[in-house]
């Protein structure tokens, strides 16, 4: 079975402040991909990274900054100098397995994110 | 290059009332899924598509709903008869191929169903 852990349900900060959102994966496969989406209140999930298991260099892509460590099964997702566009609710997802609903794309519960003016 | 296309964005229906959405995948994408999003939960699959095969429905509730992309291209998800815990919003999404390593979904804007 495959699980995903965002244990953090709401975050609010202030524009310009950094803010981390955790991910915490669950999966005996070692093939496996992880994914950010974000959904702003429009409601349509926009697609911003994917890693895969074997590739654990992190990445940087503008504002944007993504932690995978492999050895405590976290993919944390880093906003820095926070902007009020950059609220959302932001969603963590796995995707393991070679066959069947193992590869179901499964989604944590995500972290609703605020960034006040 | 055009998204996924979704519609209708709305429905608002009475329990046992049928109703019907429909999907355009991203063009080329021959894998096609269907989600249910319960407000303040994450996506949940209800159905994969590989052309216009199902590969996994395995969380779809059979006794009414039901899905098919006869072509391999759109898809239309039906419910029938809807009941007040179907209310959610109902995402599409699509990717080039996963069995290619192709794994990225891409989404749509969702329908907003709400039964009363």
């Known amino acids: 079975a495959q699980k995903v852990t965002q244990a953090q349900t709401e975050i609010s900060v202030v524009e310009k402040e950094d803010v981390t959102l955790d991910c915490v994966y669950e999966t005996r496969d070692t093939t496996y991909y992880l994914f950010w989406y974000k959904q702003p209140p429009s409601g349509e999930l926009v697609f911003l990274i994917r890693?895969?298991?074997?590739?654990?260099q992190n990445e940087i892509s503008g504002r944007y900054s993504w932690n995978f460590q492999k050895s405590t099964s976290s993919f944390n997702f880093t906003i820095t100098a926070s902007q009020v566009v950059d609220s959302a609710v932001y969603f963590c997802?796995?995707?393991?397995?070679?066959?069947?609903?193992?590869?179901?794309?499964?989604f944590g519960s995500g972290t609703q994110l605020t960034v006040l003016p | 290059e055009a998204g996924v296309a979704q519609s209708p964005r709305y429905k608002i229906i009475e329990k046992r009332q049928s109703v019907a959405f429909w999907c355009n995948p991203i063009?080329?994408?021959?894998?096609l899924y269907w989600y249910q999003q319960i407000l303040g939960q994450g996506p949940k699959l209800l159905i994969q598509f590989q052309n216009n095969g199902v590969v996994d429905d395995s969380q779809l509730p059979k006794d009414r709903f039901s899905a098919e992309r006869l072509k391999g291209v759109d898809s239309t998800l039906k419910i029938q008869p809807a009941k007040l815990e179907d209310s959610a919003v109902y995402l599409c999404?699509?990717?080039?191929?996963?069995?290619?390593?192709?794994?990225?979904?891409?989404f749509g804007p969702g329908t907003r169903l709400l039964v009363l």
């Open positions: 999404a699509s990717s080039l191929n996963p069995r290619r390593g192709q794994e990225t979904q891409y």
């Open positions: 997802a796995l995707r393991a397995g070679s066959s069947g609903s193992a590869r179901q794309l499964t």
């Open positions: 063009s080329g994408h021959a894998t």
């Open positions: 890693r895969n298991s074997f590739d654990e």
